[in-house]
């Protein structure tokens, strides 16, 4: 819930009503759930196991091979059990969470822009900045063809200027005498039209265009080949990961997550046993915790930077956890 929230913090630029913060919040739920558990996970092992060990309810361990085995039984159970839990959540709640969420606050700036202000600066999702002069509510618009003008109390917006930005980093600069917005569509009449892309600006004028502002933020029909891959549940994954290479390595991202996931309470075990007893156990099992999860995020992100490199990708995804499950067993099984 708090992870939630700070996403909403993050986008309350382009929120402009309450009621959407907790409906936003509840979506955007299983989606924050990916980071939270990782880092509840080892801090719920950390937190309890040091506890046990500044009170000396734990000494027994050290000195028994059976203690210590009935131990790690214990930590296996909890982490067995929150990877059923997580495999269901990376593979399809998350990725539709993130769909849905986005959606949400898209299909919010449609609503929110008919209530906008005038002559004011307004920045409703990413990537999307708009102003206008006046607007109007006509049974129709004198520029209309006669075939349109049958639409009745629609909002006109007059003297409009839109900026918006796609994935790859172009930048669209609008400026029109008049526009509309449909469902999901943003009609501007009599403009000119300036793109920077890359290093090349282009610039045209037209008597009318229509943006399709689905398409736009990459949230158009499943079968569209602009779709995000981090929007796809597990059997879109299946489907396409032999054929792109993006695809394949998300599905091995996902697996990479469970891994870690799986490991990461023998991790923070570890580092208990290693670290000894100290009197800030709450402060210490934040900073490993938060330190733990650093170098998972860190790994995978990677993972998916050097993703045209298959090779070094997988291992990037695999060696790190296991490297140090490995290394840190050896280290605690010295001490």
Known sequence: MLLAASNIFVRLPGIMSLRVIPILCMVMLPLVAIFAMPI??????QNVIGSLLINDELLFISLSRRARTALYKAVLIFSLSLVAAYMPLVFFWAPQSYSRGK??????????????????F????DGMTVYFESKSIDDFSPNDAPQESSHKNETYFNHIFLSLSSKNQDRYFLTAKQGHLTTDHLIMKQGSLLLIKGQRCYSAQFAGVHIDLKQLWNLDQKDSVTKDVKFSPLPELLQKMDTQQSWYIEFHK??????????????ALFLV???GQRKSNMLLSIITSG????????????????QSFTPVALGLLYFPPVFFMLFLAYKARKS
């Not at 996902?254 to 991790?267: D, E, S, T, V, Y």
């Open 103 to 120: 959606q949400m606050l898209v299909s919010f700036a449609y609503e929110q822009l008919m209530h906008l202000e005038a002559q004011t």
């Open 254 to 267: 996902r697996l990479a997550q469970l891994l870690w996931q799986l490991l990461l309470p023998f991790l």
């Open 291 to 306: 330190v733990l999860f650093f170098v998972q995020y860190v790994a995978l992100t990677l993972a998916q930077v050097m």
């Open 122 to 125: 307004h920045s409703l999702v």
């Open 40 to 45: 509840a996970s080892s801090l719920a092992v």
């Open 273 to 275: 046993m290693l670290l």
